[in-house]
């Protein structure tokens, strides 16, 4: 059904994420967000409401879309600068292969930066406000990480410009995907949430010695596969990709609340 049209560049560039590009929107990172929610062990549910109390709030929803909101934060232009290459990973090519210092130098991709700040996270050592930056961080990579745009190989900055038209007006497939898609479903995050959680336990692959490593590369080889004949997205690939896309919330969701359990527990 779907076509993949590759060049010779596709070998000699990877993605770059355009600014104000931002993998599931909001309301898709406080969907994983709530899933992980729902699912924290009693002891780590109960570090995250230490960790979050100085900002009075006690749930991970309220701080999932922070690392993404702070690209428009001029107190925070520095941080943005310094993080901003974590949010997602450019693959050499449609084999999904990893080598850290091609693909991840310095630990600048989703891979490096979900590892550095999970560390922080766990290190009872660290201060109050590091481990609580972390979190923020590891909430919203872990989201990052499932969007299969944002593990890609092609040279089309994560299909930011890989135009196309939806629902009558002209979009990019990276929009349809971070949000254009959930909107069909007509409900806000919270009722969302609460219907993909009714499903149950979403199955997950047997587990990695690398898990960040194999979340990207399962993003990646889905990739492959979500890009449509020609640039109309209509109905019927609305109804062939939305499960894929709500199977990756629900897989992310799931892996955070296990990440956070094993972390904060």
């Known amino acids: 059904m ?8 596709c070998l000699l560039a990877g993605f770059l994420l355009v600014p104000g590009a931002r993998a599931w929107g909001p309301e898709g ?4 967000a709530e899933l992980a929610q729902r699912h924290l062990s009693p002891a780590a549910e109960a570090q ?3 960790l979050l109390a100085p900002e009075h709030t006690r749930r991970l929803a309220d701080i999932a879309t922070w690392a993404d909101d702070i690209q428009d934060d001029p107190a925070q232009k520095a941080l943005w600068k310094a ?3 974590q949010h997602y990973i450019n693959f050499r090519d ?3 292969g990893y080598q850290p210092p091609r693909d ?3 630990g600048r991709c989703v891979i490096g930066g979900l590892a550095h700040y999970a560390a922080v996270l766990a290190d009872r050592s660290q201060s109050e406000a590091a481990r609580r930056e972390a979190l923020k ?4 990579f872990v989201g990052d990480e499932h969007q299969p745009l944002h593990a890609g190989y092609r040279p089309d900055k994560g299909g930011n410009t890989f135009q196309v038209r939806f629902e009558g007006k002209g979009s990019n497939l990276h929009r349809v995907w971070d949000s254009g898609m959930l909107r069909t479903r007509a409900l806000d995050w919270q009722d969302y949430a609460q219907r993909l959680d009714a499903r149950g336990p979403v199955a997950l692959p047997p587990a990695s010695d690398t898990p960040y490593v194999a979340w990207a590369q399962e993003s990646c080889r889905l990739s492959r596969d979500i890009y449509p004949d020609g640039h109309a997205i209509d109905a019927g690939y609305v109804e062939a990709e939305l499960p894929l896309a709500e199977r990756r919330l629900r897989e992310a969701g799931r892996r955070l609340a296990e990440l956070l359990n094993r972390t904060l527990g």
Not at 2 to 9: D, E, Q, T, V
Not at 137 to 140: D, E, G, R, T, Y
């Open 104 to 106: 991840c130098p310095d």
């Open 48 to 50: 995250v409401e230490r």
């Open 94 to 96: 449609r084999t999904c």
């Open 2 to 9: 779907m076509s993949l049209r590759r060049s010779a560049a």
């Open 83 to 85: 993080t901003r290459r």
């Open 137 to 140: 961080f590891v909430v919203h």
């Open 29 to 32: 990172h406080r969907i994983v």
